[in-house]
């Protein structure tokens, strides 16, 4: 019997993803409209953004250089975390190179092999990754369930009585776009005795005062263990941060892996989120929301979707459908992402509709109306 052959079983894969309907490749055009991106203020190319990235890099260059313990003091990173713990209302922040890379090195920074993760059954791939690196047990549970969240606080806690819990939710989700019951969340997690690592990826910069998330919105900060947030999205950069008590945040510097032995996140991006914060804070940041919750008004009225943020999933049922509604609304010139298994479950592949301030009512009424004319899948 001979050895297994890598390329073999490569060509057997892509043959299987083939034949599902998920074969992937990157793009080789975009449509002029895009409502397939995160950049829900429309921050990422405004002037003032644009500017303090090209400063920094003049100052700094294009590169960390290192890890943050092995290439010094940059004052970018640290105004930046200083900044985002008074926006989120936290004793201090951290700043890792990706958004991706937070979870990854925080979760396994908190628990371990003795202990629990509870996990939302269709959670960004980030967040399962964190949470198989940190061996912990992980069970899941249906996002909206609260009935069942709390069977499974009672019994992990019968289980194992003195292992920790962390309890791992996504505010605003990224693929179905509905927000988390955080005020029953925070219930069961506290009478449970579990920690809440809340992720606020989507809902940053687009609800709560001066945009610091949904937590805020609900008045709800003080009862979150950790903020977990990204740069990449409404504050039009690269990056992710982490925020929390100031005793916390100092273990995961010590022990969270992908903030220890990665290269830091570049300065030009860290002034780039620090301008677009400040941005988000101010009288014209205020406008920027006003104007993605009429785009999303707008768009509920002209369409089937409920979701009140500006994620609206319009569902195909199978892979292929969603291929091909994709490629007639991008021959219309509007780009809108297929979303295919294993992204979402098997049974729910769909369009995913982002939207933003930068959208005119024009371009949501034609994508609205390209929408009704798509074939029924």
Not at 9 to 23: M, N, P, T, V, W
Request: charged content about 20%; glycine content about 8%; aromatic content about 4%.
């Amino acid at each position: 019997m001979g050895a297994p052959s890598f390329l073999n079983e490569i060509d057997s894969r892509k043959a299987e993803r083939h034949q599902q309907g998920r074969d992937r490749s990157l793009p080789q055009n975009s449509a002029p409209i895009s409502f397939s991106d995160n950049d829900y203020l429309g921050l990422a190319k405004h002037p003032a953004v644009l500017l303090s990235a090209q400063e920094a890099i003049k100052k700094h260059g294009t590169s960390a250089r290192a890890a943050r313990l092995l290439a010094g003091l940059c004052p970018e990173h640290q105004s930046l975390e200083s900044a985002l713990a008074l926006w989120k209302q936290s004793e201090r922040a951290l700043l890792f190179a990706s958004g991706y890379l937070t979870p990854l090195g925080v979760i396994p920074a908190l628990v371990g092999p003795s202990d629990t993760i509870l996990l939302e059954r269709n959670a960004h791939a980030c967040l399962f990754d964190g949470a198989k690196l940190s061996e912990a047990r992980l069970r899941l549970f249906p996002r909206q369930d609260m009935s069942a969240l709390r069977q499974m606080l009672d019994s992990t806690r019968k289980v194992n009585p003195t292992g920790k819990i962390l309890l791992v939710v996504e505010s605003l989700h990224s693929m179905d776009g509905d927000f988390a019951p955080l005020e029953e969340i925070i219930r069961l997690k506290s009478e449970a005795g579990a920690w809440l690592l809340l992720d606020e990826a989507h809902a940053g910069g687009i609800c709560g005062p001066e945009g610091s998330g949904r937590a805020a919105e609900l008045g709800l900060t003080s009862a979150i263990d950790l903020q977990m947030g990204t740069l990449g999205k409404a504050l039009g950069s690269a990056g992710g941060f982490i925020a929390g008590q100031a005793k916390i945040i100092d273990h995961l510097l010590n022990e969270a892996r992908t903030f220890l032995f990665g290269t830091a996140l570049p300065p030009a991006s860290a002034r780039a989120a620090l301008t677009a914060l400040s941005i988000i804070r101010s009288t014209e940041g205020e406008h920027l929301r006003q104007t993605l919750r009429k785009n999303i008004t707008l768009f509920r009225s002209e369409s089937t979707s409920t979701q009140l943020g500006p994620i609206h999933p319009i569902l195909c049922t199978t892979n292929s459908d969603a291929t091909a509604s994709s490629k007639i609304l991008k021959d219309q010139g509007l780009e809108v992402p297929a979303i295919r298994t294993p992204t979402v479950p098997t049974g729910t592949a769909r369009l995913r509709i982002s939207l933003s301030a930068r959208h005119s009512e024009s371009e949501i009424g034609l994508l609205a109306e390209s929408l009704k004319a798509l074939p029924k899948s």
